[in-house]
């Protein structure tokens, strides 16, 4: 049977896995894990133990139009720094996770990191921006970084599209560009309708790095350095205004319980438990209950027979109506 719902494919990678997800030291964080001698990376051996014992649920949690076989190409080159130093289940549960949003962790649309002794599914800003294709409604998403020799106008009053335009100069180099200045992001509709431009300086990007990643926080405590907003600050950047122009309009319910899903992540919080939003899962649970209101209808039913009797239907009097005519 095909799993196409969010949380089939959930339920479906997660069956096997709970006592492994139930442990107490599961998510248990430790700021020397991973540090220890021989540590660093686990060995063929490891990795093949794995993916044989956890390959078919992390296959389950895809949807239909992804491959497995590419997910597993992509993911098997991961495992041997994971699991050398992130515990075996917070890979599957990583890896289950980025499945269940069907982006392939190369790097280019989501990335598994250790955050810690547990490892941690990120989408990067590619993968944002192919879960917002996803809600039916978007025709286009435009991001982009301006530079110091770029040329731009911003007018928020103006009308959409002349409050913002530019003009990037894409032939100089990275030298004569100069510095970033700040990232945009706006969506086109369809039907023609454009969002609000949202910006994002850098100063405004490094408030929100250190007001709400704990991950950074972890990484700068611990003198690793080594969270996402470390190693690519552009690619953060860039997702801060996407994230900021996905509130001002319709999102699909993935891209809702990716937002969860990361906060998950910087709350220390086991991921896959986030990964279908309440909307969805109750409205998945209506949709079984129609389904199976519908099939009750159509079992057969048992017509009552009429009542035998002997006397029949007794028929009208016409004696007064004679009466009445004869008067």
């Known amino acids: 049977m095909a799993l196409t719902t969010l949380k089939d494919r959930v339920k479906a990678a997660g069956s096997r896995t709970a006592s492994v997800l139930d442990d107490e030291t599961t998510h248990e964080r430790t700021a020397d894990g991973g540090d220890e001698p021989g540590r660093e990376h686990a060995d063929d051996a490891t990795v093949g133990a794995w993916l044989d014992r956890f390959d078919a649920d992390v296959t389950a949690a895809l949807p239909r139009h992804v491959d497995g076989r590419v997910f597993l190409a992509a993911l098997r080159p991961q495992l041997p720094k994971l699991l050398g130093r992130c515990t075996p289940a917070s890979v599957l549960q990583s890896a289950v996770t980025c499945a269940r949003f069907g982006l392939i962790p190369d790097g280019q649309q989501a990335v598994i990191v250790p955050d810690g002794r547990i490892a941690v599914f990120i989408a990067t800003y590619r993968g944002f921006i ?4 996803r809600s039916g409604l978007v025709r286009s998403v435009v991001a982009g970084m301006v530079y110091e020799g770029d040329e731009w106008t911003y007018e928020p009053t103006a009308p959409a599209p002349l409050d913002f335009t530019h003009r990037p100069n894409v032939l100089a180099t990275k030298e004569h560009r100069g510095r970033p200045l700040f990232a945009y992001a706006f969506v086109w509709l369809e039907g023609g309708v454009r ?40 690619d953060m950047w860039l997702k801060t205004a996407l994230r900021r122009a996905e509130r001002l309009v319709p999102t699909s319910a993935e891209l809702r319980a990716l937002v969860a899903v990361e906060q998950a992540a910087e709350d220390g919080r086991p991921q896959i438990l986030a990964s279908v939003d309440p909307e ?17 209808s159509q079992e057969p039913r048992r017509v009552p027979s009429k009542p035998s009797s002997k006397r029949g239907r007794a028929k009208p009097r016409r004696r007064n109506r004679d009466k009445k005519t004869r008067r």
């Open 130 to 133: 192919d879960l917002m294709y």
């Open 195 to 234: 969002s609000a431009v949202a910006i994002v300086t850098r100063e405004q990007a490094e408030e929100t790095r250190d007001e709400h990643s704990r991950a950074y926080q972890r990484a700068e405590e611990s003198g690793k350095r080594d969270s996402f907003w470390h190693l690519r600050f552009d």
């Open 280 to 296: 969805t899962a109750a409205l998945d649970a209506a949709a079984r209950r129609a389904a199976r209101a519908a099939e009750g």
